[in-house]
């Protein structure tokens, strides 16, 4: 689906979300740094709440703070 649909941040956002919900999670800097690379600048915005919200959501809350902070600043 990603190769595919790699411009689309939707797409992207529901990849993150399927590799958030995995037990052997993979290295999430590097996925979000591909997905940042292929989608335009003026989508890096959403995928990083979006991310940000993910991994406040999926229990790891210091991490999504801090993204959420890096937004900011």
Excluded at 32 to 57: D, N
């Amino acid at each position: 689906m990603i190769k595919k649909f790699k411009h689309s941040s939707k797409c992207w956002i529901e990849y993150i979300k399927h590799m958030l919900n995995q037990e052997d999670k993979p290295d999430m800097k590097a996925l979000l740094s591909r997905c940042l690379q292929s989608v335009k600048k003026r989508k890096h915005m959403e995928i990083l709440s979006a991310y940000a919200r993910l991994e406040f959501q999926s229990g790891d809350a210091e991490k999504g703070r801090t993204t959420f902070e890096a937004i900011v600043n």
